[in-house]
């Protein structure tokens, strides 16, 4: 092969053969393991390719995955999609956001439910469309709800930049963007969590660059491998885990190097500082309080911000989980998503009461879907 | 939600800063507001994530990792490749998830 073909970038990492290939090497090499492979994939595009593709029972019983808390959506406490709720009811509104947001319920109603009594509210493909929806209805206010990790935060940058730049002054923020390397912390500070190697984000790395892992390794003596979407990245990366923990090595690895460096895209994380900061505390549903874990609108854009504009509108109580849900307990890898009491029965993906079953990046949402590969 | 999908660039509009891109056969429009100005040009490939290009990707890498998996691939030969499926087939420590 000499010259790349757009369909080699889908096929050529999901051939059937490369990942037995692959899972064959990782079953030799796996022997010489002196404890099981417990590899946390923290974002949940690979916890979705992993089931999707049936992975797990690809590889030798002494490997595990832990799935961890990358999904957007299901982090989402239910008093955030509350304040969505209560901005999308105001007079003369639309409330814009992307589309996986939209189905997710708060404490007494969802966006969807709120769109079937006639709210105006939008889901969008692309950021920049709210631009376009402000512009087109000069005597509304719009509302974009920005949820996502650091993959989608630029994006949500860009059009803030064009709506400062273009003087849009009906174009209001509510920002729900959250970080990885303080939700990987919350979860192993406590030194319950039963992992001892990460698969670092995709995307997410496309844009921070890998650099934001480098602690880790050093921290809790974890390979952190920083793998593609694709099966045959998620495979190559767990192959090139065993070996960190058959040599002894705990160090940041770059699987996906066709797309990942040190440093990341600069111009993207620039436009991030321009607009954004971090915030002192966000509550992740399933996980609690982290302490500087997302980020929130900077000072001199309060007049954007709609937490700060619409304030009186907005509920302030937090707003638990249901006390059956263990999705804190599955992502600490402590159990799995069967040994939950309410898993399938009163928890499912049309009426989820846990942050794990709520979207099928989430760990109980994608056993749930994919139970039959599951055996 | 984070599934940035390969594409190739079609056309670069330098006035919209903006591209036309090829994604499975699908053409759409993306913007270039998170890239360098006049780091995106036809032919190269980049990921598109909620209407925005966010990267090149390693055209030589990409190639590279493809490459050494055919190299393993074909030096297996026939029989060692039915022998390695056969055995996964039958593989009796598979991994309960």
Known sequence: ?375 | MCLSIPSKVVSVDREKNSAVVDTMGVKREAGLDLMEEGSVNVDDYVLIHIGFVMNKIDEEDALESLKVYHEILAKMDEEERSRVVLEDDNCENRGTP
């Open chain 1, 1 to 375: 092969m000499s010259e790349l073909k757009l369909k080699d970038l889908y096929d050529g990492f999901r051939d059937p053969a490369t990942i037995r290939m692959l899972a064959a090497q990782i079953g030799e090499e796996a022997k010489a393991l002196h404890e099981p492979l417990r590899i946390m994939e923290v974002c949940g595009g690979h916890t979705h390719t992993i089931m999707k593709y049936g992975l797990p029972q690809l590889l030798p019983g002494n490997i595990d995955f832990i799935h961890g808390p990358g999904c957007p959506v299901c982090i989402m406490p239910k008093e955030r999609i509350d304040h969505a709720i209560a901005l999308a009811r105001m007079e003369d509104t639309i409330l814009v956001t992307l589309g996986d947001m939209i189905r997710v319920p708060g404490s007494q109603s969802s966006l969807a439910v709120e769109r079937a009594a006639g709210r105006d509210i939008r889901p969008l493909y692309t950021p920049m469309d709210a631009l376009k929806i402000a512009k087109e209805n000069p005597d509304k206010r719009v509302v974009f709800f920005a949820i996502g990790f650091e993959t989608t935060t630029p994006m949500t940058a860009a059009l803030l930049h064009a709506a400062v730049t273009q003087k849009v002054d009906n174009l209001y923020f509510h920002i729900n963007h959250v970080l990885v390397p303080p939700a990987i912390d919350a979860i192993m500070s406590d030194g319950q969590a039963k992992i001892n190697a990460f698969i670092g984000p995709s995307h997410v790395s496309v844009i921070t660059g890998a650099k934001i892992y480098a602690p880790l390794p050093q921290k809790y003596g974890t390979p952190v491998v920083v793998c593609g979407f694709e099966p045959v990245d998620v495979m190559q990366g767990i192959l090139m885990a065993v070996r960190q923990q058959v040599e002894g090595r705990a160090e940041l690895e770059i699987e996906y190097s066709r797309s990942v460096t040190m440093e990341g895209n600069v111009k993207a994380q620039q436009l991030i500082d321009m607009y954004l900061q971090p915030r002192s505390h966000f509550r992740w549903r399933g996980i609690g309080d982290i302490p500087d874990s997302a980020l929130e609108l900077r000072e001199e854009f309060a007049y954007l911000d709609a937490e700060k504009v619409f304030a009186e509108v907005l509920p302030t109580e937090p707003i638990d989980d249901h006390k059956l849900c263990i999705c804190g307990t599955i992502l600490k890898g402590l159990a799995k998503p069967m040994e939950c009491k309410v898993f399938g029965t009163a928890c499912t993906p049309n009426s989820p009461l846990g942050s794990c079953m709520v979207s099928s990046e989430g760990a109980c949402n994608a056993y749930y879907r994919y139970a039959g590969v599951l055996g």
